[in-house]
């Protein structure tokens, strides 16, 4: 069975994009494969965070994977500080990693463009800790979103340049793109990626928002004034998102959905996939509570947290083996 490796932020709350781009679909091939799922707090701290709101924030994140479908049984659910391998390998590829290369990622200069006190180092040298999360797993599969395939290509020429300079030690991964949702767009700008850190709530909806609430960003979001139902990404971006949640949430096609709803207009779609969302987040959110108020999450982090650092141990000693690191051991 391959191995699959993901990592999720705690920086903010997840949105629905989140869920259906990549939550959703976790829980779907949970069977299919070797499963590590990381909460990347590590890399959290590349900007500041307030100390408390990240550790409530990490926990939340725990119980959202979890009622998003995971089964703990099956997958490997833990917190990326609790297992020291990270950094540890994630320096050494530091070590082989340019300047250059790392200053050509798009999120780093995203993010630094941001910084009015100066760039913080860990904005540029985060790459490689990613790559590292990735190795020390022999992961074969990294399911992401466009956003993040710039890093996954980074990690694939780091494997190589390990591998050429010391031994054939590790895995190269595979970038896995979500089939449908895999970009679920900005409710008011559906040209720009649906995200939690937008400073306009009526943006995106995230997992935890009041049900009602997010039945009104639904009604309210930005289509266009023709009124047909259709998807065409590049002409109707708006609707074409709303047909991409609606089809996601309900299991159901889009053209499907185009045929149900030929001739009715906007509202009527709209209502009735407000009362989609509503219904799903009414569902979603009493599982998060089940787990968030249950001593069983810290089991199942704890439980985690050994698992992976088993299977990262094993990596990490060839890494350092190869490099030269440390006594020679019998």
């Not at 259906?20 to 965070?49: E, M, R, S, W």
């Not at 609606?246 to 009527?268: F, H, K, N, R, V």
């Amino acid at each position: 069975m391959k191995t699959l490796f993901s990592g999720i932020q705690p920086s903010g709350i997840p949105t629905l994009g989140n869920y259906i781009g990549a939550l959703k679909q976790f829980a779907d091939i949970q069977d299919d494969y070797n499963c590590f799922f990381c909460i990347v707090d590590q890399h959290a701290i590349t900007v500041p965070q307030d100390r408390l709101k990240l550790r409530e924030q990490t926990r939340k994140l725990a119980a959202i994977y979890l009622a998003s479908g995971l089964n703990p049984d099956k997958v490997t659910l833990f917190i990326q500080s609790e297992v020291p391998a990270h950094v540890q390998a994630g320096w050494m590829l530091t070590t082989i990693s340019s300047v250059g290369e790392l200053e050509r990622m798009t999120q780093f200069k995203d993010k630094a463009q941001k910084q009015n006190d100066g760039i913080p180092a860990g904005l540029l040298t985060y790459p490689p800790l990613m790559a590292a999360d990735i190795v020390l797993y022999n992961t074969d599969i990294v399911p992401v979103g466009d956003d993040q395939k710039q890093h996954i290509e980074l990690t694939r020429n780091l494997v190589d340049r390990f591998n050429s300079r010391y031994n054939d030690v590790l895995v190269k991964p595979d970038v896995h793109m979500p089939k449908v949702g895999g970009r679920v767009m900005s409710l008011q700008d559906p040209t720009k990626k649906m995200s939690k850190s937008d400073d306009n709530q009526k943006n995106f909806i995230s997992l935890l928002d009041e049900p009602r609430l997010a039945a009104k960003k639904i009604k309210s979001a930005v289509t266009d004034s023709d009124g047909i139902i259709k998807y065409d990404k590049e002409n109707k971006p708006g609707i074409s998102n709303l047909l991409t949640i609606y089809s996601s949430l309900t299991d159901t096609p889009i053209e499907a959905l185009e045929a149900q709803y030929e001739g009715q207009g906007y509202g009527a779609f709209k209502g009735d996939l407000a009362e989609v969302v509503e219904k799903f987040l009414i569902d979603f959110q009493e599982k998060f509570n089940t787990f968030y108020e249950s001593d069983r999450l810290d089991a199942i982090l704890d439980e985690g947290r050994d698992k992976a650092q088993r299977a990262s141990f094993k990596t990490l000693k060839k890494m350092e083996k190869a490099m030269g690191l440390g006594r020679k051991t019998k």
